[in-house]
């Protein structure tokens, strides 16, 4: 299952419009019905605006399916094969819609594996 979400995340990350940072990064999600998304950075000249890969792989799946998603899993790739992790905004959202997701995405030792709450304890929820 790793394996398949690494991969939709390194060929989707060809897709990045990241001529601002020249990172391109590339996301696939895993919902608990089975089904895989995935989302690429979108940069713009107006540099605030700019949307993670995995906020990209998120919007997606809610776009297509509707709000009741749950995320299982979620991974991360970039073209420099540097460590990163979600930013604090995507952990964010990734919480929301996977308060139990497992994130796997390359650390600053190489491959890493984290559950959603080590990366965001306290995640905000409403209700
Ligand atoms: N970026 C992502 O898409 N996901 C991450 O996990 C880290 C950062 C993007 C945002 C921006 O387009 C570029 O990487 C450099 O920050």
């Keep these: 299952m790793r394996k398949k979400l690494e991969q939709a995340a390194v060929k989707v990350m060809k897709n990045a419009h990241a001529p601002y940072s020249n990172f391109h990064v590339g996301a696939a999600i895993l919902l608990t019905n089975g089904k895989m998304f995935s989302g690429c950075n979108v940069e713009n000249a107006s540099y605030g605006m700019t949307n993670c890969a995995e906020r990209t ?71």
Excluded: M, W
Excluded at 70 to 97: M, W
């Design 57 to 127: 792989a998120i919007f997606s799946a809610v776009a297509q399916l509707g709000p009741k998603i749950e995320i299982q899993a979620v991974a991360v790739a970039n073209d420099h094969g540097v460590a990163c992790s979600p930013c604090g905004a995507c952990r964010q959202v990734i919480y929301e819609f996977g308060p139990d997701a497992t994130i796997f995405f390359q650390g600053a030792a190489g491959p890493k594996q984290a559950h959603i709450t080590e990366l965001l304890p306290e995640g905000f929820r409403l209700q």
